[in-house]
């Protein structure tokens, strides 16, 4: 069965503007993919700033991505009764305000609690802009239109994540974060000028939202996502070892691999919504199947430099069309609540990266090496899809018993 997300002619909002207004919430994305991914690039100087280890300071990272887990679900459920434009608005300022706190905060705690308020706008901005920008297009352009949004994050890696790093390590790692705030200005701008207004929905309820939580159907994708996609992270997370110890390269391979892994993400977000309008169900199996695949391919190609990074380039692309293709399911599986569901997508793969980086760790203290990362990943792929096809299989049965 092809999941879609439903949409009545009371549902759709009519703009001008559609492909200006899904530029200003990608530009939201951006935003949200630059200051996610540019503190792992100036650790080291952030390190020094607050006078603390690389690992000490890696807590600041854990902290930005716990601010997701938690502020998606509260923000998305406490806020659906606003108008939709007016809380886009909010949260990317919000995330803003956080980049700024992060900026002129002094020690580790400060930091760390910054960090904390920066990440949870995270996945309640997804949530909304993915919802706003369904409603934007036509149903059958409706998985499109939510890869846009989500391909904002895609290109920060690419642009984003390279420039700010760039600046931060001239210019001090603050004015990184000064920048990403200047991002979240714009956004607000543009989304105020493009999107259009939406009444706000006074049927809804903090009760009638979380009430989402007891769907099946999203406690499966969801149960998918946090595992299923630890996969990617189980693997990459150990990409600099990987590079530097087991192909024998110089550091300087390291952005190459980078660059690699956000190409990758980019073409994936961009095929993502092609698939998604095609069948969500099937992309999501058949992306996790394929994760699994490369994964224990690049078991075996880990020593030899080009084929891993052709490898780092597919898991990338297939993972991002995994995570948008989730996020649709996740939007139609919570019936009323959306916002919620495509919120809840960005606390589960946040927890994924969590999970994915610490057995990767396991395996690597327990002496199997750092290419042993991809079969523990290769393993988490799998049990992503023996979850996803249990909640599918659940579904058709709920429909022909």
């Given amino acids: 069965m092809v999941s879609t997300l439903e949409t009545t002619p009371a549902t759709r909002t009519r703009t001008k503007h559609v492909s200006l207004a899904l530029l200003a919430l990608a530009l939201g994305g951006f935003a949200i993919g630059t200051t996610e991914f540019m503190t792992m690039g100036l650790l080291e100087e952030i390190a020094d700033g607050i006078h603390r280890s690389n690992a000490t300071t890696g807590h600041i990272i854990t902290a930005y991505a716990f601010g997701v887990v938690v502020g998606a679900p509260i923000i998305v459920s406490l806020g659906a009764r606003l108008p939709k434009r007016e809380l886009a608005i909010g949260l990317i300022l919000a995330l803003g305000v956080g980049n700024a706190i992060t900026a002129m905060a002094s020690g580790y705690l400060p930091v760390m609690l910054a960090r904390f308020v920066a990440g949870l706008p995270h996945g309640a901005y997804f949530g909304v802009a993915s919802l706003i920008a369904a409603s934007l297009v036509r149903p059958e352009y409706k998985g499109r239109a939510v890869s846009s949004v989500m391909l904002g994050l895609s290109v920060a890696t690419v642009v984003g994540v390279p420039a700010s790093t760039a600046l931060g390590q001239h210019l001090g790692w603050r004015s990184a974060y000064w920048v990403v705030l200047a991002i979240t200005i714009a956004t607000a701008l543009m989304i105020f000028a493009f999107v259009p207004h939406s009444p706000a929905n006074v049927d809804a309820s903090l009760r009638g939202e979380l009430a989402a939580l007891k769907r099946p159907q999203v406690l499966y994708a969801v149960s998918a996502g946090m595992v299923g996609f630890g996969g990617l992270f189980a693997m990459y997370s150990y990409i600099a070892p990987l590079v530097t110890k087991v192909a024998d390269q110089s550091e300087s391979w390291i952005p190459w691999f980078a660059l690699a892994f956000g190409i990758g993400s980019v073409l994936g977000s961009w ?12 992309s999501i199996l058949y992306g996790f199947v394929a994760t699994a695949v490369a ?39 919570a019936g009323d609540a959306q916002m919620l569901g495509a919120a809840l997508n960005h606390s589960a793969l946040n927890i994924a990266n969590g999970l994915g980086a610490w057995l990767g760790s396991v395996a690597i203290a327990a002496g199997y090496g750092y290419r042993a990362s991809s079969l523990v990943g290769a393993g988490l792929a799998i049990a992503g899809v023996v979850i996803f096809a249990c909640g599918v299989a659940a579904q058709r049965r709920s429909v022909n018993p």
Avoid: C, K, Y
């Fill in 271 to 282: 095929a993502a919504g092609v698939l998604a309008d095609w069948n969500v169900e099937r």
């Fill in 295 to 333: 994964l224990v391919a690049f078991f075996f190609a880990a020593p030899h430099v080009l084929p891993a990074m052709i490898l780092v380039f597919t898991v990338a692309m297939i993972s991002s069309i995994v995570a948008i293709n989730l996020q649709v399911r996740l939007m139609h599986a």
